[in-house]
Protein backbone atom coordinates (compact mmCIF):
# COMPACT_ATOMS: atom_id res chain seq x y z
CA UNK A 1 0.00 0.00 0.00
CA UNK A 2 2.68 2.36 0.91
CA UNK A 3 4.38 1.92 -2.58
CA UNK A 4 1.37 2.18 -4.55
CA UNK A 5 0.93 5.40 -2.58
CA UNK A 6 4.39 6.49 -3.16
CA UNK A 7 4.18 5.86 -7.00
CA UNK A 8 1.01 7.82 -6.78
CA UNK A 9 2.81 10.84 -5.41
CA UNK A 10 5.59 10.15 -7.58
CA UNK A 11 3.81 10.50 -10.63
CA UNK A 12 1.68 13.59 -9.21
CA UNK A 13 5.07 15.46 -8.54
CA UNK A 14 6.24 14.83 -11.99
CA UNK A 15 2.92 15.51 -12.98
CA UNK A 16 3.26 18.96 -11.26
CA UNK A 17 7.06 19.69 -12.90
CA UNK A 18 5.10 18.99 -15.87
CA UNK A 19 2.00 22.13 -15.52
CA UNK A 20 4.78 24.13 -14.09
CA UNK A 21 7.07 23.44 -17.01
CA UNK A 22 4.45 24.10 -19.68
CA UNK A 23 2.90 27.08 -17.39
CA UNK A 24 6.79 28.24 -17.45
CA UNK A 25 6.83 27.47 -21.45
CA UNK A 26 3.40 29.19 -22.28
CA UNK A 27 4.48 32.76 -19.83
CA UNK A 28 7.74 32.61 -21.77
CA UNK A 29 6.27 32.43 -25.32
CA UNK A 30 3.54 35.23 -24.22
CA UNK A 31 6.20 37.01 -23.12
CA UNK A 32 8.03 36.68 -26.07
CA UNK A 33 4.78 37.22 -28.42
CA UNK A 34 3.91 40.46 -26.29
CA UNK A 35 7.87 41.50 -27.10
CA UNK A 36 7.05 40.75 -30.89
CA UNK A 37 3.54 42.82 -30.81
CA UNK A 38 5.20 45.74 -29.39
CA UNK A 39 7.89 45.95 -31.85
CA UNK A 40 5.59 45.45 -34.65
CA UNK A 41 3.33 48.11 -33.37
CA UNK A 42 6.09 50.34 -32.86
CA UNK A 43 7.30 49.30 -36.65
CA UNK A 44 3.77 50.22 -38.02
CA UNK A 45 3.51 53.22 -36.17
CA UNK A 46 6.92 54.45 -37.64
CA UNK A 47 5.60 53.52 -41.51
CA UNK A 48 2.44 55.25 -40.62
CA UNK A 49 4.48 58.38 -40.11
CA UNK A 50 6.47 58.27 -42.87
CA UNK A 51 3.74 57.43 -45.16
CA UNK A 52 2.38 60.74 -43.59
CA UNK A 53 5.45 62.53 -44.44
CA UNK A 54 5.62 60.91 -47.63
CA UNK A 55 1.41 61.90 -48.90
CA UNK A 56 2.08 65.34 -47.41
CA UNK A 57 5.33 65.93 -49.57
CA UNK A 58 3.68 64.32 -52.39
CA UNK A 59 0.41 66.73 -52.30
CA UNK A 60 2.81 69.44 -52.11
CA UNK A 61 4.63 68.32 -55.23
CA UNK A 62 1.33 67.93 -56.79
CA UNK A 63 -0.03 71.32 -55.71
CA UNK A 64 3.20 72.80 -57.23
CA UNK A 65 3.12 70.99 -60.52
CA UNK A 66 -0.43 72.54 -60.63
CA UNK A 67 0.69 75.75 -60.35
CA UNK A 68 3.54 75.80 -62.71
CA UNK A 69 1.32 74.55 -65.46
CA UNK A 70 -1.24 77.13 -64.82
CA UNK A 71 2.13 79.70 -65.23
CA UNK A 72 3.62 77.78 -68.17
CA UNK A 73 -0.03 77.78 -70.10
CA UNK A 74 0.38 81.96 -68.86
CA UNK A 75 3.67 82.14 -69.98
CA UNK A 76 2.96 80.50 -73.83
CA UNK A 77 -0.02 82.57 -74.58
CA UNK A 78 0.96 85.78 -73.01
CA UNK A 79 4.09 86.31 -76.05
CA UNK A 80 1.86 85.38 -78.48
CA UNK A 81 -1.53 88.12 -77.70
CA UNK A 82 0.35 90.38 -80.06
CA UNK A 83 0.79 89.28 -83.06
CA UNK A 84 -3.15 87.33 -83.00
CA UNK A 85 -4.57 91.11 -82.33
CA UNK A 86 -2.73 92.47 -84.61
CA UNK A 87 -3.01 89.18 -87.34
CA UNK A 88 -7.34 89.34 -86.63
CA UNK A 89 -7.94 93.55 -85.86
CA UNK A 90 -4.54 94.79 -87.20
CA UNK A 91 -4.29 96.79 -83.62
CA UNK A 92 -1.12 97.19 -82.45
CA UNK A 93 -0.35 96.65 -78.37
CA UNK A 94 0.19 99.50 -76.09
CA UNK A 95 0.25 97.19 -72.74
CA UNK A 96 0.60 93.95 -71.92
CA UNK A 97 0.27 92.72 -68.57
CA UNK A 98 1.04 89.25 -67.02
CA UNK A 99 -0.64 88.09 -63.43
CA UNK A 100 -2.12 91.36 -62.23
CA UNK A 101 -3.31 90.70 -59.18
CA UNK A 102 -5.15 93.81 -56.79
CA UNK A 103 -6.68 94.17 -53.83
CA UNK A 104 -10.23 95.87 -53.16
CA UNK A 105 -11.27 96.46 -49.44
CA UNK A 106 -11.36 92.81 -48.11
CA UNK A 107 -11.67 91.28 -51.90
CA UNK A 108 -9.19 90.42 -54.40
CA UNK A 109 -8.99 89.59 -58.18
CA UNK A 110 -6.50 88.03 -60.19
CA UNK A 111 -6.05 88.45 -64.18
CA UNK A 112 -4.16 86.17 -66.03
CA UNK A 113 -3.32 89.10 -68.86
CA UNK A 114 -4.62 92.46 -69.89
CA UNK A 115 -4.08 93.84 -73.40
CA UNK A 116 -4.49 97.41 -74.22
CA UNK A 117 -5.22 97.83 -78.23
CA UNK A 118 -6.64 100.46 -80.11
CA UNK A 119 -9.86 101.32 -78.05
CA UNK A 120 -9.74 97.79 -76.40
CA UNK A 121 -9.12 96.27 -73.46
CA UNK A 122 -8.82 92.17 -73.95
CA UNK A 123 -9.12 90.35 -70.27
CA UNK A 124 -7.40 86.98 -71.25
CA UNK A 125 -8.14 83.84 -68.47
CA UNK A 126 -5.29 81.31 -69.47
CA UNK A 127 -6.01 77.82 -68.48
CA UNK A 128 -4.03 74.10 -69.12
CA UNK A 129 -7.25 72.98 -69.48
CA UNK A 130 -10.31 75.01 -69.72
CA UNK A 131 -13.77 73.26 -68.11
CA UNK A 132 -17.24 74.94 -67.76
CA UNK A 133 -16.85 75.68 -64.07
CA UNK A 134 -13.57 78.15 -65.31
CA UNK A 135 -16.16 79.93 -67.57
CA UNK A 136 -18.38 80.82 -64.07
CA UNK A 137 -15.22 82.00 -62.15
CA UNK A 138 -14.31 84.00 -65.02
CA UNK A 139 -17.62 85.37 -65.92
CA UNK A 140 -17.62 87.16 -62.03
CA UNK A 141 -13.86 87.97 -62.70
CA UNK A 142 -15.33 89.86 -65.82
CA UNK A 143 -18.16 91.51 -63.93
CA UNK A 144 -15.75 93.04 -61.08
CA UNK A 145 -12.95 93.85 -63.62
CA UNK A 146 -13.65 97.49 -64.22
CA UNK A 147 -14.28 97.97 -60.55
CA UNK A 148 -10.63 96.52 -59.87
CA UNK A 149 -8.99 98.44 -62.89
CA UNK A 150 -10.95 101.69 -62.76
CA UNK A 151 -8.28 102.95 -65.72
CA UNK A 152 -9.82 100.74 -68.11
CA UNK A 153 -13.09 101.99 -67.66
CA UNK A 154 -12.84 104.32 -71.52
CA UNK A 155 -11.94 100.80 -73.55
CA UNK A 156 -14.43 98.28 -74.51
CA UNK A 157 -13.81 95.16 -72.48
CA UNK A 158 -13.13 91.86 -74.88
CA UNK A 159 -13.17 88.70 -72.12
CA UNK A 160 -11.03 86.14 -73.74
CA UNK A 161 -10.77 82.10 -72.54
CA UNK A 162 -7.31 80.86 -74.01
CA UNK A 163 -6.44 77.48 -73.19
CA UNK A 164 -3.64 74.98 -75.22
CA UNK A 165 -7.21 73.01 -76.45
CA UNK A 166 -10.72 74.29 -75.78
CA UNK A 167 -13.76 71.60 -76.07
CA UNK A 168 -16.62 72.35 -78.43
CA UNK A 169 -18.50 72.94 -75.02
CA UNK A 170 -16.01 75.59 -74.06
CA UNK A 171 -16.27 76.87 -77.54
CA UNK A 172 -19.81 77.39 -77.50
CA UNK A 173 -20.53 78.56 -73.96
CA UNK A 174 -17.80 81.19 -74.55
CA UNK A 175 -19.43 82.84 -77.78
CA UNK A 176 -22.90 82.86 -76.31
CA UNK A 177 -21.20 85.22 -73.52
CA UNK A 178 -19.72 86.93 -76.75
CA UNK A 179 -15.98 86.16 -75.34
CA UNK A 180 -13.15 84.93 -78.10
CA UNK A 181 -11.65 81.72 -77.39
CA UNK A 182 -8.25 81.31 -77.89
CA UNK A 183 -6.35 77.86 -78.28
CA UNK A 184 -2.89 76.38 -80.02
CA UNK A 185 -3.53 76.26 -83.73
CA UNK A 186 -1.52 75.94 -86.53
CA UNK A 187 1.33 77.97 -86.39
CA UNK A 188 0.89 79.44 -82.96
CA UNK A 189 -2.26 81.30 -81.06
CA UNK A 190 -5.67 81.29 -83.20
CA UNK A 191 -9.19 82.66 -82.32
CA UNK A 192 -11.58 79.79 -82.60
CA UNK A 193 -14.78 81.24 -82.82
CA UNK A 194 -13.91 85.29 -84.15
CA UNK A 195 -16.67 84.59 -86.85
CA UNK A 196 -19.51 84.06 -84.05
CA UNK A 197 -18.53 86.94 -81.65
CA UNK A 198 -19.47 90.69 -82.35
CA UNK A 199 -16.51 92.92 -81.62
Do not use: C
Amino acid sequence: MQEVLERRVDRLEEALMMLAYQATKTEMEVERLSKEMKAFKDEMRAFKEEMRAFKNEMNKKWGDLANKLGTIAEDIVAPGIPAVIKKNFGLEVEELSVRRTKKLKERMREYDVITVAGEYVFVVDVKSKYRRQHLEDFEKAINDFFEFFPEYQKYQLIPVVASFNLTDEVINLASSKNWLGLQMFGDYLEFVNIDKVKI
